[in-house]
């Protein structure tokens, strides 16, 4: 029997302390062109049965956050009246509260259906998104992943360029923090875990 590698205790250090930030607390900078396609490209480095790939993110800068968040705040202006100005500008802000600001979307790869189940083409998507985040925090910058209802919302998934079919599975928001952030509770390991055995 093979012995394992040298344990990186780095990593499990990362993923032992590893937690969001709010978006809203974050500050620049975020990460270089290079430091984000680093980022991106460990993203990328999960298990996809079958190489389905039926994930993809977009990157927007500045400009393409705010005119995001200018369609936002009109879509729900108008869908909300009685909204004042200080709800509006919420949502105007909402994709704007970041240096860095990704969207990751899921269309089912309809040709490897036969073998690759919705449900696991979804999950690689969200280990995409786990992959994006532990690498943020191991290149030093802080994330969250969000959706909240414009990840839910036709016309944002249309404004985006996607077509029917298409799901926002996250808006990932990438930055710094002037201070860490504090811990917070986790599930008790014993209410998690549990070793099964066959009835006798």
């Given at each position: 029997m093979n012995k394992p590698g040298p344990t990186n205790q780095s990593t499990i250090d990362l993923l032992l302390t590893r937690r969001s930030v709010l978006a809203k607390d974050m500050i620049p900078p975020g990460p270089s062109d290079e430091e984000l396609q680093t980022i991106l490209r460990c993203g990328l480095r999960v298990p996809d049965h079958s190489r389905a790939e039926a994930w993809r993110i977009q990157v927007l800068d500045k400009a393409a956050q705010e005119a995001l968040g200018d369609f936002c705040a009109e879509l729900f202006q108008r869908e909300h009246p009685e909204a004042n100005e200080v709800l509006v500008e919420v949502e105007r802000q909402r994709s704007q509260r970041s240096p860095t600001f990704l969207v990751v979307t899921f269309h089912v790869n309809e040709q490897k259906l036969k073998k690759i189940p919705e449900v696991e083409q979804l999950l690689s998507c969200a280990a995409l998104c786990q992959n994006i985040l532990v690498a943020t925090t191991a290149m030093g910058y802080r994330g969250q992943w969000l959706t909240d209802w414009p990840a839910y919302h036709p016309e944002v998934i249309r404004y985006l360029g996607h077509g029917k079919g298409t799901?926002?599975?996250?808006?990932?928001?990438?930055?710094?923090?002037?201070?860490?952030?504090?811990?917070?509770?986790?599930?008790e390991f014993d209410n998690i875990v549990s070793e099964w055995r066959p009835r006798d």
């Open positions: 799901q926002i599975v996250a808006f990932i928001h990438i930055g710094s923090v002037a201070t860490p952030p504090n811990e917070r509770p986790r599930p």
